[in-house]
């Protein structure tokens, strides 16, 4: 059983970073691809950046292309998002997950392992 367990969300004014970390344990997370996803207050969850289980490859919502970045180390078993420029639109929960494959999802049904989320309050 993955346990993943998100830190690093707060409280930035607009234009501002943060860097979302995802710890995995428990089971095995090199080799799975990982995502990031998220939900803001009034609406369903959506996807925001996945990438594969080696790292080489990545997509990215359009609302946050060029602003975040997703990446992973695989011997420390953690993900991460980096979050740059970033906008009171972009406020939400913020999950990270694994997937139920090596390959990357833009889905929620293509990943099987979720933590709690962390929150990210982006002020005007």
């Known amino acids: 059983q993955v346990q993943l367990v998100e830190s690093g969300g707060g409280l930035v004014q607009a234009g501002g970073s943060l860097r979302l970390s995802c710890a995995a344990s428990g089971g095995t997370f090199g080799g799975f691809g990982m995502g990031w996803f998220r939900q803001a207050p009034g609406k369903e969850r959506e996807f925001v950046a996945t990438?594969?289980?080696?790292?080489?490859?990545?997509s990215y919502a359009d609302a946050v292309k060029g602003r975040f970045t997703i990446s992973r180390d695989n011997v420390k078993n953690m993900g991460y998002l980096q979050m740059n420029s970033l906008r009171p639109e972009d406020t939400a929960v913020y999950y990270c997950a694994r997937s139920r494959s090596l390959l990357p999802g833009t889905t929620e049904r293509q990943y099987n392992y979720w933590g709690q989320g962390t929150q990210v309050t982006v002020s005007s």
């Open positions: 990438i594969n289980g080696a790292g080489g490859s990545t």
